[in-house]
């Protein structure tokens, strides 16, 4: 089954973890950075996995306005979301993803996030210490959410 799994990562972790989906989907998926290549044509695809990481309470812009300008044609096919965040919500994870793509997807992901201080620019280095009090490295990404996921696309 031809996957196209649908990224935006600003510090590497949604890419990992989408790297990681692509291995566990094997054959037939195939990675779309947004960062770098533009909003595909899907219909090419049998179904489609969409995921990022959060900033300043935001997904990425690119991701974002893929999902609302091709929300009625990614509700006509497999759909799985997945989210990075330290935060790890599913409260944040219901307000960053519609819920017309929520209720129709067949796998949801909250994979928990990376924090690399030495990856932020200046002023979100300072945003993030005033945020959290410290710039100490954080990592929550959770491998058995990522396999659950991962199953759950499977089938």
Known sequence: MKTAIIYASSHGTAEECARRVKESLGEGAELINLKRERIPDLSSWDRVILG??????QLQG???RLMKSRSAELT???LG???CSLENS???????FPEELRSHAAALGLFGGRLDPEKLNPFFRF??????GNL???D???????RAFSDSMGT
């Not at 990022?52 to 309470?57: E, Q, R, T």
């Not at 599913?90 to 960053?96: L, N, P, S």
């Not at 945003?127 to 959290?132: N, Q, R, S, T």
């Open 52 to 57: 990022g990481s959060v900033h300043a309470g």
């Open 62 to 64: 690119k991701l974002r």
């Open 76 to 78: 006509t096919k497999p």
């Open 81 to 83: 979301l997945f989210l």
């Open 90 to 96: 599913r409260e944040q994870f219901d307000k960053i």
């Open 127 to 132: 945003v993030m210490k005033k945020v959290k």
């Open 136 to 138: 100490d490295p954080e």
């Open 140 to 146: 929550t990404l959770d491998g058995g959410a990522i």
